[in-house]
Every structure is written in structure tokens, then in C-alpha cells.
């Protein structure tokens, strides 16, 4: 493998925390309840399909874009007290970069979050991009929408014109492992984020250490 593309919640840093307090912040602001929130949410999947998961009876497109900008609102401005790199994680990198490897962030999170974290914590100058799936509506390309992991990823595997069988995706749930089908890549799944064994079993496979990575 020649070309890395890593998923960031769950994978590279542990991020859980931060983002289930913002999320209770915004779900406060709205006047929302949700007793059993801290069983049934998982960090990573993106807001729309959280909110269908954790409202079904009362889920709009509407109440999913009122939850983003109240997370976004209350999560941009906590500085990741929190978050915690993954053991490892960003040493599996660094070697793959030293040996000449692309390596890119690709992530659900909004690209405002991911580029933010990312210069918290010095990923900036480490990684050869961070890709969001609503980077380009952020930006203001006109007619953009949000991409879907397998759409950003496409789009991505083309613009570098990487041939497939030398790419591969990172990651922990099963829209890392979704996304590689798609776009016909190899999965590596990672045992220490927030995937459950079901969407593990997605990947082709399994690292239990971030040593394993590209070895």
C-alpha cells in the first residue's frame, strides 16, 4: 500500500468525550430529551444519521441541522479538553510517511472540527490533507454539497489518480469499511476505537496495534 487515507474519530484520536458533551450541550439548547444518550450514541457516524438513530419518531432534516449548528456552536469553541491521541496512532504515520507513503485524513467530522484539531494537535504538518465530507460547502464552492465517506473518498482516489490496489482506508466503524467497498479499496479495521465486532467483521481486515499498520 502506497496511499493511506485514515478515519480521526475513534481511529487516530479518542475524541468521545468532547463530542458527547457538546452534543448534550446542543440537545440542552433545544429543549431535548434523551435519557438513554450515553448507550445508544457512538462518536464518528455522521449528525443526520445520530439523530435518526437517537429521534426516530420525531427525526427532520430540519431538527438534524439544528443539532449540527448547536454541536458545531458548542464543540468548535471547547478546545478538545479531552480528546486524547491514540497510543501509537500517529507514529504508525509518521513511519509510513517516512518511507515515502501519502497519508490523509478522511472524516465525517466537519472540516472546520477536523482542521481545527488537527492544529491543536500538530497533525497539520504530519498529513498530506484533511478531507471532509462538507469541506466543499464550507469553502463555498458554488452547487457543493456533503459528501458521503465513499463520495469524499472517490473523489479523492481520482484527483490523486491512485490506483486502487495500493489504497487503503483506516478505520473503526462500518462507514470507514462501507466507504471501501465503494470505492474498491482495502479496509483496515482498528480494535481500539468505537466499531463494534459486527462492523469490524466489515473490514479486511484487523489490527489489535498500531504498530500493524503497513507492516
Known amino acids: 500500500m502506497k496511499y493511506w487515507f485514515f478515519d480521526l474519530d475513534g481511529t487516530l484520536a479518542d475524541t468521545d468525550r468532547d463530542i458527547?458533551?457538546?452534543?448534550k450541550a446542543a440537545l440542552s439548547d433545544l429543549g431535548l430529551?434523551?435519557?438513554?444518550f450515553e448507550t445508544r450514541f457512538v462518536a464518528g457516524p455522521p449528525i443526520d444519521e445520530m439523530t435518526r438513530i437517537l429521534f426516530p419518531d420525531i427525526f427532520t432534516q430540519e431538527l438534524a441541522d439544528s443539532i449540527r449548528t448547536g454541536f458545531a456552536s458548542h464543540y468548535d469553541s471547547d478546545g478538545f479538553p479531552q480528546t486524547?491521541?491514540?497510543?501509537?496512532?500517529l507514529d504508525a504515520v509518521r513511519r509510513l510517511k517516512s518511507r515515502g507513503d501519502y497519508a490523509a485524513i478522511?472524516?465525517?467530522?466537519?472540516?472546520?472540527?477536523?482542521?481545527?484539531?488537527?492544529?491543536?494537535?500538530?497533525?497539520?504538518?504530519?498529513?498530506?490533507?484533511?478531507y471532509a465530507g462538507d469541506m466543499y460547502v464550507s469553502q463555498g464552492v458554488q452547487g457543493a454539497k456533503k459528501l458521503r465517506k465513499g463520495?469524499?473518498?472517490?473523489?479523492?482516489?481520482?484527483?490523486?489518480?491512485?490506483?486502487?490496489?495500493?489504497?487503503a482506508i483506516v478505520g473503526d466503524t462500518s462507514s470507514d469499511f462501507v466507504?471501501?467497498?465503494?470505492?474498491?479499496?482495502?479496509?483496515?479495521?482498528?480494535?481500539?476505537?468505537?466499531?463494534?465486532?459486527?462492523?469490524l467483521a466489515m473490514a479486511d481486515a484487523v489490527v489489535n496495534d498500531a504498530a500493524e499498520i503497513g507492516a
Do not use: H, Q
Open 20 to 23: 458527547r458533551d457538546a452534543w
Open 33 to 36: 430529551s434523551c435519557p438513554d
Open 84 to 89: 486524547k491521541e491514540y497510543p501509537g496512532a
Open 106 to 130: 478522511v472524516t465525517n467530522k466537519r472540516f472546520a472540527g477536523a482542521t481545527a484539531m488537527a492544529m491543536r494537535f500538530g497533525w497539520d504538518s504530519l498529513f498530506d490533507g484533511i
Open 151 to 167: 463520495e469524499l473518498l472517490a473523489r479523492l482516489i481520482g484527483g490523486l489518480g491512485a490506483p486502487k490496489p495500493d489504497c
Open 179 to 199: 466507504a471501501a467497498r465503494e470505492c474498491g479499496i482495502r479496509s483496515i479495521g482498528v480494535a481500539w476505537g468505537y466499531g463494534r465486532p459486527d462492523e
